[in-house]
Antibody, heavy 120, light 107 residues
């Protein structure tokens, strides 16, 4: 079964850091680009970051550039999101998603999400 | 950034109704558009990619059309399982962006 399982969410104070992980199974992880998407409580979806299969190409939404770092370990079938200098507005459910084909493609598999709460 | 605008924001419909949701892009995105369905507390589910291609396993009552800057998602006969929120998303140019969502409610 194709599956993505996020972990690492939690409650942190503004300015602190958190690392999210996404463990992939059921498909050849190193063949696919991967993505992080977030959803603030009661709000819509926001694409956060994407990484190519080889990790050569990396992209971020402007609001997290310089604070978040996406990475992947293809030997461990795991995607990461290092989040530094967290802000209250980063509070959201964070989903990892698999790109269906190349980097410019829809997201065909999603994890269940992990909640990140930034509050003092 | 490309802005994606969905209409309506909320739609009330009955089982068996034909439902159409519109998504407009602030500039041409060719056919690089996807539609997702999301139910409360769950992750989104891919329905349509490349504007009109049905994702494997998705019922044929769902269809997508359009190109350039205007797109539609149609549910030919609304089923009880279809009451959910629907999002469009462009993947023509970074940053990828989503519409604000259309909630399909029971009338």
């Amino acid at each position: 079964e194709v599956q993505l399982l996020e972990s690492g969410g939690g409650l942190v104070q503004p300015g602190e850091s958190l690392i999210l992980s996404c463990a992939a199974s059921g498909f050849t992880f190193n063949n696919y680009a991967m993505t992080w998407v977030r959803q603030a409580p009661g709000k819509g979806l926001e694409w956060v970051s994407g990484i190519s299969a080889s990790a050569y190409n990396i992209y971020y939404v402007d609001s997290v550039t310089g604070r978040f770092t996406i990475s992947r370990d293809n030997s461990k079938n795991t995607l990461y999101l290092q989040m530094n200098s967290l802000r209250v507005e980063d509070t959201a459910v964070y989903y990892c998603a698999k790109n269906s084909r190349g980097e410019a493609s829809a997201f065909d598999i999603w994890g269940q999400g992990t909640m990140v709460t930034v509050s003092s | 950034d490309i802005q994606m605008t969905q209409s309506p924001s909320t739609l009330s419909a009955s089982v068996g109704d034909r439902v159409t949701i519109t998504c407009r892009a602030s500039q041409s995105i060719s056919s690089w558009l996807a539609w997702y369905q999301q139910k409360p507390g769950k992750a989104p589910k891919l329905l349509i990619y490349q504007a009109s291609s049905l994702e494997s396993g998705v019922p044929s009552r769902f269809s997508g059309s359009g190109s350039g800057a205007e797109f539609t998602l149609t549910i030919s006969s609304l089923q009880p399982d279809d009451f959910a929120t629907y999002f469009c998303q462009q993947y023509n140019s970074y940053p990828w962006t989503f519409g604000q969502g259309t909630k399909v409610e029971i009338k």
